[in-house]
């Protein structure tokens, strides 16, 4: 089956620097992987995680639980207690976040329009065993799971994939291949919080099935390169790298390694960057490697560039195929900048949960996302109430949005709030003016002042 | 405290009928309410709830849980099942439904940036407290609520409202009033599975916090119209039926009944569609009010007209005030044709669970939203492959959306697909042309066919 061995395949984006800070995105980990899929397609996949940190957690790693007990007064003489904080792990999204929220999730959402996927999406909540049927994995002892009222074991979903692949499995025949999904979803795990680390977090997932050539991988790198193209990100603040797992397991064959070990072997390289080398060596040993093997796999897993590779693999595998056609089209395509063959990119069977990008904040790359109202409508007068919501929905059909001020109120509050909505026009409905039919309009920028008619209003 | 007393007040929203059918959206709930709130502020909200279902269930009250267990192909030895279905209650959004919702929901957000709302929102998991202070309510038996690995009692939320008290409380003084908030968020509810009752379901919620008057309740009813012409319901398909709660009260304290009971008289006044009228008499003594109490205020209640109301009550209530200036307001903002007058609508201290409103598939409400790529590239030979990678990167730089054939396909295949994806151009990549530096364009709806040069193409 080279289509399913391919989907083993893997590509592992990697910041060339970590670096501080910006107070809202905290941090944004990059994921890109073809991880074993549950059924007989080519899988391609990108993920990228976000955890959006408020200012407040800076400092922290409560996970910005810093408010405090306030009582909430009294309803009906049923005088409780309320926690304010969200519980924790988990936060809220007050409108200046919600704000850069929509900012960065829009970008995903034109990006993969652009690159003609389809928006699917779960439910928050799965069965525990969508995720345990994998047996001895980390994500085990992460999973936000419980028993419901029904006695039935679930889970928060810790990842996207598996619900697409029994959505998928589930569709059957009925959908036509290739396949090119994205969802952007919140996902949970249970896990001790550090800075950055919430215990839910949103992940952006593409996914392609049914190509199993590397274009697919190139069209998912490609996507990326378009959103960090997007957000201001340069080649010389991130970077792919980029390895095959055809790499591992020509070597592997090599040395008559067989095929069942494959999982371990990448469990274990996968930690390459964590543990002692030494380390490394016994455990390659006791899972049944020889002194040979293991010194092989260890250089060819230090080599830097196809080049090399080549030089010690030899010219006819499939692996040095794959990755000199995978920079091929990063040429063309115009992110070659962006990529770098690291033979030791080896992502376990396990989640991944390495490498952590954040952006910087000096480099201005967050926009100023201020609330902007087009117009502010407000009566002079009590009784004209009434005219000023017609006003306000005249102005609505129209497209603009209104604020409408929905008491009396002194001018001086208006134009304060005006200020604070950043409206670019008060819009007054006076007395006399209305008897006239007309309402009274401010330019706020420039201070210029009018009188239009009703109908004339737009 | 005439502010918070006002917060109290009700409008409950109801369709002047029930009628089926509708494939995707099976029912739409509409909430309009103002429910006691945690701080002392005038509170105004309104709830759009939807449901949306899948044609599967319709004829099945199970929710959708139709797949069998399908065998996952095997992995790498690692042969299991999966369960192809969702949770029991909860639903996946394949992208012919995830059109669907976004289409409504961008509607939601569209119409709330219209009315100057800010969107904001909250965890899906909160504290089980934050849910349960409100004692003796039906909420508790349908809360979905666990204990995390951490031992505490958290709760899938069945509502947004206690979230946003949450949030407005620990914001304290820093919000400037008034508030104006929306959320369009999912909300659980553990209970029996309907027709058109999953166990999670989406709300849109409009909220002001800080204005007294009925201005806000009608800025309220006034952007629920507006969703509703956008989507095409006319006031001949759902209306309001309006009251106060005002007019329990003022009758409540004419017989001089202590203000503690009035949230009971709510809850049995609530069920008036529910259960016998000498069921309500009955309750309505057993809580302490007399005969002539009861007398009353069943009269009271029974009456359709502000004309009537105000025979009974006299014209110097608050209730009838607030009612006449509703109306009002309704006829000068063009309303008034979707709103009634009923003084049996009070809702219960109780989360609201009554009417559902179901759109008529005959009516054509739904539009088709089919898939749409702009344009379909495709290279003519296996060695172009990076070159049309290349072409699809210059469309999507230009704004366009691009589905790149990632294999080498026959020309039929990529008709089907540019069908299927109801593409209007195909972009070819040929040899000869690439030579040439043009590519072939073909506009799909009328064949006509031509060369382009790579720096022409837009």
């Known amino acids: 089956m080279p289509a399913t061995s391919f989907s083993c395949s893997f590509l592992s984006l990697q910041p060339r620097f970590n670096s501080y800070v910006n107070p809202i995105f905290r941090s944004l980990t990059f994921q890109l992987s073809s991880s074993p899929f549950p059924f007989n397609a080519p899988f391609s996949s990108i993920r990228i995680r976000c955890s959006l940190s408020r200012p407040a957690e800076t ?9 405090a007990l306030t009582p909430g007064p009294s309803v009906g003489g049923d005088v409780q207690k309320i926690d304010v904080n969200p519980p924790k792990g988990t936060r809220d999204f007050p409108p200046e976040d919600m704000r850069l929220r929509n900012w960065l999730f829009n970008h995903f959402k034109e990006v993969s329009w652009l ?20 047996a001895g994995e980390e994500i085990k002892d992460q999973l936000y799971c419980f028993e419901d009222r029904g006695n039935r074991r679930v889970a928060l979903r810790p990842e996207l994939t598996p619900s697409l692949a029994r959505l998928v499995i589930q569709k059957g025949k009925s959908v036509s291949l290739p396949i090119k999904w994205f969802t952007v979803g919140q ?5 001790r919080m550090t800075r950055g680390r919430r215990r839910e977090h949103y992940q952006w997932n593409m996914d392609i099935i049914g190509v199993p050539g590397v274009m697919a991988e190139a069209e998912l790198i490609s996507s990326v390169v378009t959103l ?14 980029v390895s095959s797992r055809k790499v ?38 006791a899972v049944g490697l020889s002194q040979e093997a293991v010194q092989k796999l260890l250089q ?14 030899g010219s006819s595998g499939e692996a040095l195929a794959d990755l000199k056609q995978l920079f091929s089209l990063a040429e063309k395509t115009g992110f070659s900048k962006w990529l770098q063959f690291d033979a030791s990119v ?36 009590e009784d004209l109430q009434g005219c000023a919501a017609m006003v306000a929905n005249i102005l609505r059909e129209k497209g603009h949005s209104v604020e409408l001020v929905l008491e009396s109120k002194p001018l001086k509050w208006v134009f304060k709030r005006a200020a604070r909505v950043n409206a670019e026009r008060l819009v007054l409905v006076g007395n ?13 920028s420039t201070a210029e002042q009018y009188e239009v008619k009703l109908e004339d209003l737009k």
Chains 1, 2 share one sequence.
Not at 59 to 67: E, K, V
Not at 187 to 191: G, K
Not at 300 to 313: N, Q
């Open 300 to 313: 060819v897993l230090s080599v830097k560039s196809l080049a090399e590779l080549e030089e010690r693999l």
């Open 187 to 191: 996902c949970w795990r249970y896990e």
């Open 432 to 444: 006399s003016e209305w008897q006239r039919g007309v309402v009274g309009v401010k330019i706020l």
């Open 115 to 134: 690159y003609g996927f389809e928006e699917v999406d779960y439910p928050v909540l799965e069965s525990e065993a969508l995720f345990t049927r994998k």
């Open 59 to 67: 400092n922290s790693t409560t996970g910005g639980r810093s408010g």
């Open 228 to 241: 960090f193209k997007r957000i201001g990100i340069t080649e010389s603040d991130v970077g792919f790298k």
């Open 346 to 381: 080896v992502r376990g069977l396990a989640y991944y949960t390495g490498i952590v990008f954040e952006l910087l904040k000096e480099k201005g790359l967050l926009p100023e996302l201020n609330l902007h109202i087009d117009n502010i409508v407000c009566a002079l007068d």
């Open 248 to 285: 591992l397991q020509e070597v592997l064959n090599c040395y008559s390694v067989p095929e069942y070990l494959f999982g371990k072997v990448c469990v274990i390289i996968d930690k390459i960057e964590k543990i002692p080398v030494d380390e490394i060596k016994k455990e390659l040993k």
